[in-house]
């Protein structure tokens, strides 16, 4: 092939390099298949980031059930108050609002509920308990907690446990702290 022939040839096939890119039909193409990919992807997005949001709730709430039972053991009475347990988490934050039901500190029984400040996020409730239990006919006293989670969403404050055993209404047990 001669010198002159091959500089032609290659002549023409740079130009045809530098004349190519996408059309605008594949372009279109592309940008429905990331829309696509999104729409599918959002939905698992949005869940995960509800449940992470959630887990402050269970979290704050299982460390104030194991809080109330040590209080019980040094003082042998329940904390009537959520700074004298000394957490060091607050009561009030951009997801829930904490608040310690009973205030009784002589009762055998004190519960804690997690209002969601969303309509997208459960409620929790929470109570530590001293129970009475006999083995073998010696009575001993001991400590239990539970954890309950709202079946639904929703700013309502969640129905407390009626012990540390069963769960209000409409809640079920997530957990034993």
């Known amino acids: 092939m001669s010198a002159n022939l091959k500089a032609k040839l290659l002549q023409h096939l740079a130009k045809k390099k530098a004349d190519e890119g996408f059309t605008l039909i594949e372009l279109l193409v592309v940008i429905v298949i990331i829309g696509i990919l999104a729409a599918i992807a959002l939905?698992?997005?949005?869940s995960q980031s509800a449940k992470a949001k959630q887990a402050e709730a269970r979290n704050t709430l299982s460390a104030w059930v194991r809080g109330q039972k040590a209080f019980r053991e040094n003082y042998n009475k329940f904390s009537a108050s959520w700074t004298d347990l000394a957490l060091g988490m607050p009561t009030d934050?951009?997801?829930y609002t904490y608040e310690q039901s009973n205030s009784t500190s002589t009762s055998d029984l004190v519960t804690a509920t997690a209002t969601s400040k969303s309509n997208d996020l459960k409620g929790y409730a929470a109570a530590a308990e001293v129970k009475n239990v006999?083995?073998?006919?010696?009575?001993?006293?001991?400590?239990?907690g539970i954890l309950c989670e709202a079946t639904t969403p929703g700013t309502d404050t969640p129905n407390q446990p009626t012990s540390a055993e069963a769960c209000g209404s409409n809640t079920?047990?997530?957990?034993?702290?």
């Open 93 to 95: 934050t951009k997801n």
């Open 43 to 46: 939905p698992s997005f949005l």
């Open 134 to 144: 006999t083995v073998e006919g010696e009575t001993n006293r001991e400590m239990a």
């Open 172 to 177: 079920i047990r997530v957990g034993n702290p």
